[in-house]
């Protein structure tokens, strides 16, 4: 073993310093002393390389990947956006400079689609944070067999998306579904959920917020878990009761984690897709015969892959991006302020 | 001492990524490697094709057991079936992946509102299948879907759709109509519109909880399959909103709408697969390949209740083709499994099991539905009353974009009407708007 070391370092030392007599290298390393840190010598120029380079090897998967899958797309979408694309014929496509997004702004479809998104967005984001507050505040207490309950809250988060709408879709049907029995039930007319403006749209929300009330709950008791308990014993010997208590300590303190879980959730909300493709049934990507629950997603979808127009299809995917980096300029503008007033 | 062992993890580091890379390259190369014996025949060891199939929901060609029997006769080829269950999202992925050039399955299948626009835009990446068969086979309309103006076949016709009215024989009795199939079929033939009155009959004394059809829309698809022109022109030009065929399904459907006869249900969702299972609806316009759907949804409980009277008027209602892209690499046995798979023989075989019917008129003589169908059918002569109506259906022509238009038509213009109240003028606006937009006007 120590002989074929040995070997192996009297060749590195004969490559590094070719001039050198190799018997001298040799006897130099059997006493232990290390090569020379000479600037030129292979293995410290080996050992710069790798302190400069090997961070930049470490972290290039990520990039590699997400240059190939996001940003290239991207771009691509972009450059398909500025044409005529059908789906039949991509090889086919003419430039039309911004005509898809003039095309845009100028339809209700378009228009329809955006405010869907907004109205479904903050009827299943705010009573979902809300309840995930509460209920997190609730798993916060003592409980017996804590680990359960959190257990199942999790659960609909990770039902699948497909999954969780078919049952709905049988709880919504408006002939023989669940929930207009029971509305029979305490006397009242049975609701068209599919056709209803508001019904499709509150049906809708209701299988987000099924979905992700529990997931965010989770992160808020995380947070609420990391309070130092001084804090409320502190209050307590202020005269404050429970319910001051989450008032004025807990809100506070998750002040922070509040912003992350909406701004999350508002991305979610503007990118809404499966829950009303599924809910729709045969033909969901309409949104509903009178594109009553569309959403941006859906309409991109039912332009690109159902009608074929890629062109403007790409246009609305741009749309949506451009979106997106206005609310999060709002969001990082209201974050800052908070923290100014903290 | 620490210096060896950095060196031989390095050197177990350096092992592994070798033994990964050459573990890459052995697969690429025994990909190749699997496609050459097959040139010369096909007797090397382990050397087997894999064919692959691309179809959309339920083909019957698993089902009839036509694989394994195709694998028996060619023991050198394996066939292996790609499946999308619904049609929206099968078309737009084939498109991608044959102008890709690459990813097509060997055999693609095509739907009848989709065979325009492949016939139109993507011919030059299928095979020309005309001269590889016998096209006197085939029902001359179902060829001509699938042949291009300068005359190459895309694809070789599967199953064709010709109509009849199912109907519970229970129900009909309860609200005291006609049971009997010849009489009944006496009593609305020729006229769609004799159809709808018969089930304003029906509602005087409905059986509480049933309706007399599933949906408007069902009956609009029938009258329209029956038309000699649907939304374009046999040059191909749109003309959706002055076609007669149009306008008189239309009319019928608004009459269905507006008279309280529909269960107003949407088809292939699940509360309308429920519907076939509770019995709510008397009577569905039933394309062939209806019949095995009746058979697995509404299951036992509507054993010997279903029977079959022909439709007002021939009509056809959905069928599919299948192509060979050629981009597949092993067209030749591809063209040869395709071959099989249409012909007289084995589209009886599937009519047997799956009750799809053939487009080969050769195999009519033939046909014999199983035991169980003819049994939950009450005896009905399908055979006979299918294959009339298939024998004189009108050739239609299918715009490019056929699809978009019908269901702009059905899912809002009908739907609108059906299920929120609105006008038939309404619906009609409402449909003309959705139109617009998947024409780009």
Known sequence: MSSSKQALAHAASADAAPGDQPGAAGRAHGRGTPPPPGPDSWRSRLYRWDMKASPYAFIAPFFIVFGAFSLVPLLYTAWYSLHNVQLANLDGQTWTGLDNYQNLLSSDFFWNALWNTCTIGVISTVPQLLMAIGLAHLLNYKLRGSTVWRVVMLTPYATSVAAATLVFVLLYSWDGGMINWLLEFVGIDPVNWRESDWGSQFAVSSIVIWRWTGYNALIYLAAMQAIPADLYESAAIDGANRWQQFLHVTIPQLRPTILFTVVVSTIGATQLFGEPLLFGGVSGSKGGSEHQYQTLGLYMYDQGWIIGNLGKASAIAWTMFLILLIVAVIQLLVSRRLRKSQ | ?441
């Open chain 2, 1 to 441: 001492m620490r210096t060896s062992t950095r060196g031989s993890r390095r050197l177990v580091a350096l092992a592994a990524a070798a033994a990964l890379t050459t573990g890459l390259l052995a697969g690429c190369a025994e990909d190749s490697d699997d496609s050459s014996p097959n040139e010369g025949g096909g007797n090397g060891g382990g050397g087997k094709t894999t064919l692959t199939v691309g179809t959309f929901g339920t083909f019957g060609y698993k089902q009839a057991g036509l694989y394994d029997e195709y694998m028996k006769l060619h023991p050198d080829i394996s066939i292996k079936e790609n499946v999308t269950t619904r049609t929206d999202v099968y078309w737009p992925k084939v498109l991608t992946r044959l102008q890709a050039g690459s990813g097509a399955d060997d055999i693609q299948a095509i739907e009848i509102m989709n065979v325009t626009e492949a016939v139109q835009t993507q011919a030059d990446k299928f095979v020309d299948l005309g001269k590889e068969v016998d096209k006197s086979q085939w029902l001359g309309w179902k060829n001509a879907q699938a042949t291009t103006k300068d005359g190459k076949l895309i694809g070789l016709g599967t199953d064709v759709g010709p109509m009849a009215i199912c109907y519970r024989k229970d129900l009909f009795e309860k609200a005291g109509l006609e049971t009997d199939r010849t009489k009944l079929a006496a009593q609305w033939k020729g006229d769609w519109g004799k159809y709808v009155d018969l089930g304003k009959e029906y509602m005087k004394k409905a059986p509480s909880g049933t309706k007399f059809v599933d949906s408007a829309s069902s009956v609009y698809n029938a009258a329209l399959g029956g038309a000699a022109e649907r939304y374009y022109k046999d040059d191909g030009t749109v003309d959706w909103d002055k076609s007669q065929g149009v306008k008189n399904a239309w009319d019928v459907a608004m009459d269905v709408a507006t008279s309280d006869m529909s269960a107003k249900l949407k088809q292939f969702d699940k509360p309308w697969d429920q519907g076939y299972a509770n019995g709510t609806f008397a009577t569905v316009a039933c394309p062939a390949w209806m019949i095995g759907y009746i058979l697995e949804k509404s299951g036992d409980s509507g054993k010997g209740k279903w029977d079959v009277a022909a439709a007002p008027t021939a009509s056809n209602w959905g069928g599919s083709f299948i192509g060979v892209p050629t981009s597949g690499k092993h067209q030749k046995e591809a063209i040869a499994l395709a071959k099989w798979l249409t012909a007289p023989e084995q589209q009886a075989k599937v009519f047997a099991k799956q009750a799809s019917f053939p487009s080969t008129p050769s195999a009519y003589s033939t046909l014999k539905p199983a035991a169980a169908t003819t049994e939950y059918f009450s005896n009905a002569p399908i055979t006979q009353i299918f294959s009339d109506s298939a024998k004189t259906i009108p050739s239609q022509y299918f715009g490019i974009k056929d699809q978009a238009i019908n269901t702009a038509l059905t899912d809002i213009g009908i739907l609108q009407v059906e299920q929120k109240g609105k006008t038939p003028d309404q619906g009609w606006d409402a449909a003309s708007k959705e139109i617009k937009d998947v024409l780009g006007q």
